[in-house]
């Protein structure tokens, strides 16, 4: 327990605590609170355990246990688990486990996903903060490692963006703590191979990794440049982002094969704030060959761009290009990724976006027909995309592409690029979805990596697709893209639809409905 | 002994067609009742339900339950040969192996004798609970159709939605989308024309287009085509087969996988 004395300054957030927990529906989490407050997590934890002590009653609380398992001394594990449950979590483990107060709520949330929101929120609002302000995730005043190869400089630019890093205290270590990394990843590849660990603890494996962190040197509020392992994170995306699974705008590259797998997101409020969250694993992994195929985009994205001017390409793979130099100057400069839109965002901040969205939508407006380089940052991505969702018409790229482009974070621009750019260098692959129907009468969908061999010829393919974009800008895109939404809002059984005729769907056998008589 | 005699025998001409393509082989089961059908597609997804009832024949005649397995498409074949007038007449004895198809033609001229052999066929009899349908849409046939017909050059998969607006196809495929709504419309001459719908509460479903195409082939039997609708049930399309009975296509929905969603 992190019991011990508490400072009476600490104690004097308690009632702020208390006013918190009086929304029913927040997550205080240890981490959150130690943001929030700027103080320690260590001390955090305790202020939530008085808390509880207090107030247990009427709070459900979740635990961090953590400590050699029983059954396998090789392995440590950090598991979440609710407070009814935490002497059978326990059981499990030896004698010294640590039991520390992770959240406190007043229910436990069915969906892992919002334990983990609020801090991602307010991570991102951290990140997002003016370069110049001093913030608890930027001067890393809680890491108790100081190591010289840390070092914040753009050295991560290509995967550090990726949306869901931020708080992943794996990450972290993997840069600031090298020695422990090995080992730490191998605890985290065990943990996820346990087949008793609860669903919770899974879905929280990218948490209760960076727990064993935070217990150990609470070095997980770095904002260092981060590179998990993309499997991780594959998990992580899997488990906690539920919600956003259906539009994970990352992989509509792929979703073109079947043009009704679109997304759920356009009937979101904010659509790019579902997608940006949702770049999956395969958009990451693709991204991340990319990036090792031909890790020298920035010209070549350049080129592209003067090459085509800002008109879209007519192929509905055409990639959004915002990438620019000013973009990259600025993530050199700070060195901590542009974070993504919250999945779920904070009520208020989400507004505040949005009135800021709106009165930037108009001169985003004006902006795109004559060059997208007027955007310098993560947000003006995701509020062009969103102006662009919102009003297809006028606009010259695809709706959907755009949402494509937006899921990614400005630093994988040049990536991106290159995955679409016709002019690349790099030998051309994209994914080709197949579909075809097995002799049983199900429909089977493959992915298929597809290559094409010559960049002459894509080169020229290219011209010819960016000629005939100018010249009928939107007509080719934009009749997928309304028909889509005038789908998505028809009806509420309407809803599902888009993910119903694509990949989520099978067919249901008739030996399922009628018994045999 | 078993003898039916059949005088608009176009109509067993059209069920074969009508269903052949869906099921291969199927069991014919006769009973004093009727000659009915049912049979699942191989891949377990459609089943069709055939009932001719024994007093829409002329003559009926059958000593006890007996069932007939033929190859649909070798009995296709066979009924091919019969003139769409012909009077049909299909007969077969107890123990035997075959099934005899005798065509008269309508002046009594010509008499054509057609001898096939049975099998053997395992046939899982399902049990079709009575349900009441969510809803139940009525419409020409040959505009359903031309529907799925449409929709199948677009996409593999068809979403039927069913609100008071009307009854709304839609699908969408890499070329694009299609949504075909048809309106309720009881105002027209002929009554056959009319599309009806029945609602009690909105359900959308969707379908596998290439069931519903070889469904469709039995628009000739009728006019009009009934829909029943209800979510977590199979889609009934129905035909009726003028005062004799009817042809029932039960397929099974596409459900959303959903596994990989939860958290």
Redesign the interface.
């Known amino acids: 327990m992190a019991g011990g004395a508490v400072d009476q300054s600490l104690l004097d957030l308690l009632p702020q605590i208390h006013a918190l927990f009086s929304d029913p529906l927040r997550v205080i989490s240890y981490k959150w609170l130690s943001r929030n407050f700027s103080v320690s997590s260590n001390d955090a934890k305790r202020l939530l355990q008085e808390f509880v002590d207090k107030n247990g009653a009427d709070l459900q609380v979740i635990y961090s246990v953590s400590g050699w398992l029983k059954n396998n001394p090789q392995n440590y594990c950090v598991k979440l688990t609710s407070g009814p449950k935490l002497e059978e979590a326990r059981q499990a483990f030896k004698d010294s486990c640590s039991v520390q107060v992770y959240s406190i709520q007043a229910s436990i949330p069915k969906d892992t996903a919002v334990l983990w929101n609020p801090e991602f929120v307010q991570a991102e609002e951290l990140f997002n903060q003016p370069f110049d302000e001093e913030n608890c995730l930027r001067d890393n005043r809680f890491c108790g490692v100081f190591n010289s190869f840390v070092k914040r400089t753009s050295s991560g630019k290509h995967v550090s963006s990726l949306p869901p890093k931020p708080v992943n205290g794996a990450a972290v270590a993997a840069q600031s703590k090298p020695s422990v990394t090995p080992k730490e990843q191998s605890v985290t590849a065990r943990q996820q191979d346990l087949p008793g660990v609860s669903s919770l603890k899974q879905g929280a494996g990218n948490k209760s990794e960076k727990d064993s962190f935070t217990v150990l040197d609470k070095a997980a509020n770095a904002p260092v440049s981060k590179e998990p392992s993309i499997v991780a994170h594959a998990n992580k995306n899997k488990a906690q982002n539920g919600k956003a699974m259906p539009g994970n705008g990352g992989s509509l590259a792929n979703m073109w094969g079947r043009a009704s797998a679109k997304p759920k997101p356009p009937a979101t409020t904010n659509p790019a704030a579902v997608a940006s969250v949702a770049a999956t694993a395969d958009a990451q992994i693709c991204a991340k060959e990319e990036a090792d195929a031909d890790s020298s985009d920035d010209e070549q994205g350049l080129k592209y761009r003067r090459g085509s001017g800002n008109a879209s390409n007519r192929k509905r793979r055409a990639v959004f290009d915002f990438s620019d130099d000013e973009e990259d100057d600025n993530i050199v400069s700070i060195a901590s990724p542009e974070l993504p839109k919250p999945q779920a965002p904070d009520p208020v901040t989400q507004t505040a976006e949005d009135t800021e969205a709106d009165q930037k939508n108009m001169e985003n407006k004006e902006d795109i027909p004559s060059n997208v380089k007027g955007c310098s940052r993560g947000l003006d991505f995701e509020l062009t995309s969103e102006c662009k969702s919102k009003s297809v018409n006028t606009i010259n790229y695809s709706g959907i592409t755009l949402k494509e482009k937006s899921s990614d974070p400005p630093i994988n621009d040049n990536k991106q690029d290159s995955t679409a750019e016709p002019a690349s260098t790099s030998p051309k692959r994209r994914k080709v979805l197949k579909t075809r129907i097995d002799e049983r009468g199900r429909e089977v969908t493959e992915v298929v990596w597809e290559g094409e061999a010559s960049a002459g010829d894509k080169t020229e393919k290219n011209a010819n697709t960016t000629t005939a974009s100018r010249a009928a800008p939107s007509s080719k895109p934009q009749p997928a893209a309304n028909a889509d939404k005038s789908k998505a809002p028809s009806k509420a059984a309407g809803s599902k639809k888009p993910a119903k005729a694509g990949t989520g769907t099978k067919q249901g056998s008739i030996m399922s409905f009628f018994k045999k008589a | 002994m078993l003898e039916l005699r059949l005088v608009q025998g176009s109509l067993l001409k059209k069920v074969l067609e009508a269903i052949r393509e869906l099921v291969t082989d199927a069991n014919f089961d006769c009973s004093g009742t009727g000659f009915s059908l049912q049979a699942?597609?191989?891949?377990?997804?459609?089943?069709v339900a055939l009932l001719l009832r024994a007093e829409g024949f002329e003559h009926y005649r059958c000593d006890r339950n007996l069932s007939m397995g033929m190859n649909l498409n070798n009995m296709a074949k066979m009924l091919r040969c019969a003139g769409n007038d012909d009077i049909i007449t299909i007969k077969a004895d107890d123990g035997s192996d075959t099934v005899t198809f005798m065509f008269e033609s309508p002046k009594q001229d010509k008499i054509a004798d057609f001898e096939m052999k049975l099998m053997d066929i395992d046939s899982?009899?399902?049990?079709?609970?009575d349900s009441e349908y969510q809803a139940i849409v009525r419409m020409p046939s040959a505009e359903f159709m031309r529907i799925c017909k449409d929709l199948s050059s677009i996409?593999?998969?068809v979403?039927i939605?069913v609100?008071k607006e009307g009854v709304?196809f839609?699908?969408?495929?890499?070329i694009?989308?299609a949504?075909i709504v048809c309106r309720q419309n009881q105002t027209v001459d002929k009554p056959e024309e009319a599309t009806v719908i029945e609602m009690q509460e909105?359900?959308?479903l969707?379908f596998?287009l290439?069931y519903m195409n070889s469904f469709t082939k039995a628009s000739s039997l009728s006019d009009q085509v009934t829909i029943s609708l209800s979510s977590e049930?199979?889609v009934v399309v129905e035909y009726k087969i003028a005062e004799m009975g009817y042809i029932r296509f039960?397929?099974?929905?596409?459900?959303?996988?959903?596994e990989?969603?939860?958290?």
């Open positions: 699942m597609d191989s891949s377990h997804v459609a089943l899982e009899h399902l049990g079709i609970p996409g593999d998969t979403i939605s609100t709304k839609s699908t969408s495929g890499e694009g989308s949504n909105p359900v959308s969707t596998a290439r049930l199979p039960y397929l099974a929905p596409k459900i959303e996988e959903d990989e969603m939860k958290p």
